[in-house]
């Protein structure tokens, strides 16, 4: 957390091209995540969101540009390479793809076991609390991902994903298939994630009442590029007509006079 | 009294014990500092064990040197004080970050189960008990399904629209022709093989023709089917169980279900169908590439020619030899699919169980090939055939 402050960007994107066969997936997206933010990524179905932030973690390369996280340029590391970088940082998928195999807190646990030296009761107990630390009730870490519900489930990826105190997170979705008071549930989790462990969190998301309730900033993709950046509250007096029809959809007027009662 | 304890890259964590024992109930003052993270904790864990031990009434817990602290190395602070606390020592901490304040509050506002319930082993008998059982049931299970499946059989025979042909050409292309090149390949060498072995002896007694019976008899009577039926069996049984397994875990079973499509009759029977017309085809094949190997070898080492093999061909197997291995070929078939498909609808949720199912069927329908074989071998020598 601390040298955090002496860089001035988490992550840095330039100028980046994806291109899958023909098809024109980003030409020329930019943008620029700041330490302690939450950063939301938005855009209609199969924009390139997913894309995006598979090509930062590692999981895809684009034809061309410049991802630096933490300062460093990711892009043709080695995985010997990558692995100080992928212990700084915290990934949920979007299904959640917790290990079958194994119990909720053996995901979790399996993860510092492979990259610290605790004890065998230290490591038990800290995954113990990463499970505690999503709200998920206690007995709910001795269980396998097939016995929990959607929710639940969403909650124990994000438990693995904070294994190793990360400082940055990317969630791919985080409310996806849930019910609006899980949902919600996850908004307040995802915000006191960010104030109590300081951690720089970057979503890809699609749902309108996270964006109000939690985003910091926010960058729809669209047409291969960003179309706009900025808070929620700038972007809905953007003129540009997808972010337009994103924000003023009836859905998106609902979420907004829902934000502003709130405040 | 002063040690480093742990060394991160950055800045080591580390503890600093110092007793005041001047005043009048000894005050215990621990000095905390460097980064409590994760990464450089692991040390600092049996040196705060050892801290219990100690006498002294009064802690001061002074954490005003820690530069980082993650939940990893709260959550060890927050034990230590915890643990301190209940052998009813006082604890006082000061000197910490505000924010490291609000880290520690919270994770002392959750509940953390740290005893790991394992659930009592059981005994021997019961593990017998159970075992037996589950083998039980196993068996009633699998029959029921061969009912289930006999049953939709039926239904299909009396309304053939029902039948997915589709399914069944597919079926035909993917476990059939294109197990034509392995097959062949390895009924081939099998031919070979046994020709080798037998052309030694028979030179002994200068029976050389009778190559042509041996090959002829053992290739099309016995190897050439149980060969098919077991590469099938690894290659397409497998195949069977895996893909209802995975189906099964995404729900495209319960799917199928909703929808008022049978699983049996989409996903099982044309399996089934597929493979009794696709075994004996793939069993003939092998017969001519076995002996077509055996005869390569006679004619090489035995100076048995093509012309004279195959005259003696005819003699030496009956029409009844031949179609008692290409009958064994459906009953096979029908083993294979079985299993493979029953097995698959066996896996229950995880990646985990698809792998053991998959096991499970193709050791199963080996097994059961085998097992056919050998009763098929004991009813063809009563009869006589």
């Known amino acids: 957390m601390e040298q955090l402050k002496h860089t001035d960007a988490v992550l840095d994107i330039r100028d980046l091209h994806t291109r899958f066969g023909n098809n024109v997936v980003h030409d020329s997206v930019g943008l620029t995540v700041r330490p302690g933010e939450i950063f939301a990524l938005v855009g209609g179905s199969g924009c390139g969101k997913s894309t995006l932030l598979r090509a930062i973690i590692l999981l895809q390369r684009p034809v061309s540009g410049s991802i630096r996280v933490f300062g460093r340029e990711v892009l043709g590391l080695n995985d010997d390479e990558a692995l100080p970088l992928r212990r700084r940082w915290g990934v949920m998928f979007e299904r959640g793809a917790l290990f079958s195999s194994l119990t909720v807190q053996e995901n979790v646990s399996m993860v510092l076991r492979e990259h610290t030296r605790l004890s065998g009761r230290l490591l038990d107990e800290v995954a113990a609390l990463k499970v505690a630390l999503t709200g998920l009730p206690a007995d709910a870490g001795f269980k396998y991902p097939s016995e929990l519900s959607g929710g639940m489930r969403k909650r124990a990826a994000l438990a693995r994903a904070i294994a190793l105190d990360p400082e940055l997170l990317f969630l791919d979705e985080p409310t996806a298939g849930l019910d609006p008071f899980s949902a919600s549930g996850i908004d307040e989790l995802v915000r006191s994630l960010r104030d109590a462990l300081g951690l720089t969190i970057m979503m890809v998301t699609h749902d309108l009442d996270l964006l109000w309730r939690v985003a910091d900033r926010v960058a729809v993709l669209g047409e291969g590029r960003i179309l706009g950046i900025g808070t929620m509250t700038e972007l809905s007096r953007m003129d540009h007509p997808v972010i337009r029809e994103y924000f003023y959809g009836p859905r998106g007027r609902a979420a907004q006079e829902q934000a502003w009662k709130k405040k | ?385």
């Open chain 2, 1 to 385: 009294m002063a040690s480093i304890v742990a060394m991160t890259d950055e800045q080591p964590a580390y503890l600093l014990i110092e007793t005041d024992a001047s005043a009048a109930p000894a005050t215990v003052r621990v000095r905390c500092g460097g980064g409590w993270v994760v990464q450089g904790i692991a040390q600092l864990e049996a040196r705060l064990e050892s801290l219990f031990l100690r006498g002294g009434q009064d802690w001061v817990i002074d954490g005003t040197a820690i530069t980082a602290l993650d939940t990893s190395g709260a959550w060890l602070l927050h034990r230590a004080v915890h643990e301190l606390e209940q052998r009813g020592r006082h604890v006082v901490m000061n000197g910490l970050r505000p924010e490291f304040v609000t880290l520690l509050h919270l994770i002392a506002s959750r509940p953390v189960a740290t005893a790991i319930v394992h659930a009592s082993k059981p005994g021997m008998l019961t593990r017998i008990g159970r075992y037996s059982w589950r083998s039980m049931t196993g068996v009633s299970d699998m029959l029921a399904f061969v009912g289930e499946c006999a049953l939709v059989l039926l239904r299909s025979l009396i309304q053939p629209h029902r039948i997915r042909w589709r399914a069944i050409l597919h079926n035909l292309q993917t476990a059939g022709f294109e197990a034509l090149p392995i097959v062949g390949l390895l009924s081939f060498l099998m031919g070979v093989v046994i020709a080798y072995q037998g052309a030694d002896q028979l030179q002994h007694f200068g029976a050389n023709i009778f190559i042509v019976d041996l090959v002829g008899l053992s290739m099309l009577r016995e190897l050439a089917p149980l060969l098919t039926a077991i590469i099938v069996a690894g290659r397409s049984g497998s195949a069977y169980a895996a893909q209802i397994g995975t189906m099964k875990v995404t729900e495209e079973i319960d799917a199928l279900r909703t929808i008022g499509v049978g699983p049996t009759e989409l996903l099982v029977l044309p399996k089934i169908l597929a493979l009794v017309i696709a075994l004996p085809l793939l069993t003939l094949f092998a017969d001519v590439t076995g002996v077509f190997g055996g005869m390569l070898m006679a004619r090489s080492k035995l100076d048995v020619g093509f012309d004279v093999f195959l005259d003696r061909f005819g003699d030496a197997v009956s029409l009844s030899s031949f179609m008692s291995g290409i009958g064994k070929a459906p009953v096979f078939a029908a083993i294979i699919a079985l299993v493979g498909c029953y097995q698959g609808f066996q896996v229950t949720g995880s990646a985990d169980s698809v792998g053991r199912q998959t096991t499970v069927s193709v050791v199963q329908s080996i097994f059961l090939v085998i097992l056919a074989d050998a009763l098929f071998s004991v009813v063809f020598n009563w009869l006589n055939i």
